[in-house]
């Protein structure tokens, strides 16, 4: 029976069949465990040699069980290893990592910089009303502005705002009658140009807004040279011109040192050493009255100034529509993991 048992036992390579093994062999009805069974019939002088002889039996075959056991499961254990192994040298598929585009790099700056000066910030709607794109802002009706080659008018009252000042006015209405403001508003304008190296028919305006008692000239000159320190390098000048819009008085634009030249001319800054960045100005009593502040408590100033131009400095883009063709050269080489 053992070396019946053993022969069996060899060439046996499933868990199952092992199982089936160890139920005939070694089981309830094998003949080991029958033999067992008898041993109450056995005189007093057999009983401890078949009594040792069934035992010695039994615990080879457990022995020889177990380890063909162990054989097996080594066997399948390895043929599983082989069957998941994987190439490890195959090299990877390279994955693309994603960049901020440039210029809402330099809208994120520019923002963090004026929320650092405790601005706020606020959007508004890129269909305005020719009222708050004009009439509140104090722009006549003959101004070269309102023409229909300037502005994509979409009926006689709506069009795309020219400009995010309108969003001065409907600040100022929602804070009034006396409420301190301070506030930039990121947003997308339109005007009806030929798109060039230095036009485009929509770009980005960022607005800024101070109303409160004693603001001064002094104050917009201060916040605007901050800003361009903190965007340009904290030795950058910045430079007041007198200018008009109908909403402020004074009105000035604002030029930094050209950073392309060092100041010393180039082709950017056409050789003047500076470049415009914004406008500005006080903002007009007409424009705080008619948006509910009274002239003759409060004052302000206000500025708009021109992302593309700004990140067309900073980054030394040439061409304006560089920065909406999103061509993967120029996204990745100011790559920022997002
Ligand atoms: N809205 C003006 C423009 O688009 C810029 C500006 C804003 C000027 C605020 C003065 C004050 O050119």
Aim: a negative charge; charged letters at 30%; aromatic letters at 8%.
């Amino acid at each position: 029976v053992k070396e019946e048992a053993l022969r069996a036992l060899e060439p046996l390579t499933d868990v199952r069949a092992l199982d089936e093994w160890r139920v005939q062999y070694l089981g309830k009805k094998s003949p080991v465990t029958q033999i067992s069974r008898q041993m109450g019939s056995l005189t007093a002088e057999q009983r401890p040699v078949v009594g040792g002889w069934v035992n010695d039996v039994r615990a080879a075959l457990q022995a020889a069980f177990e380890a063909r056991k162990q054989e097996v499961e080594a066997l399948l254990l390895q043929a599983r290893f082989a069957a998941e192994t994987i190439d490890i040298s195959l090299p990877g598929r390279r994955r693309k990592r994603g960049a901020v585009h440039p210029l809402m790099k330099v809208i994120e700056e520019i923002e963090d910089v004026f929320l650092g000066m405790g601005f706020q910030i606020a959007e508004g709607p890129e269909v305005e009303t020719d009222t708050y794109n004009f009439e509140m802002l104090n722009i006549p009706k003959d101004h070269p502005a309102r023409d229909m080659q300037d502005t994509f008018y979409l009926t006689e009252e709506l069009l795309l705002r020219t400009h995010t000042s309108p969003m001065q006015v409907r600040t100022m209405e929602r804070m009034r009658p006396n409420a301190p403001v301070k506030v930039i508003v990121p947003g997308r304008v339109y005007r009806r140009d030929e798109d060039d190296a230095t036009h485009s028919h929509a770009f980005t305006q960022i607005e800024g807004l101070v109303v409160d008692e004693g603001i001064r000239l002094s104050d917009l000159k201060g916040v605007l040279l901050e800003f361009a320190r903190a965007i340009f390098g904290p030795d950058q000048e910045v430079r007041l011109r007198p200018s008009f819009f109908p909403f402020t008085e004074p009105s000035a634009e604002v030029d930094v040192r050209c950073i392309n030249c060092g100041g010393s001319g180039c082709r950017i800054c056409k050789d003047t050493g500076w470049i415009e960045i914004l406008g500005s100005g006080m903002v007009h009593p007409r424009v705080l009255d008619g948006a509910g502040y009274d002239s003759k408590r409060f004052s302000g100033f206000a500025f708009g100034m021109g992302p593309e131009r700004i990140a067309m400095l900073k980054y030394g883009i040439d061409d304006i529509r560089l920065l909406y063709q999103n061509d993967l050269r120029l996204l990745c080489q100011f790559n920022r993991v997002m």
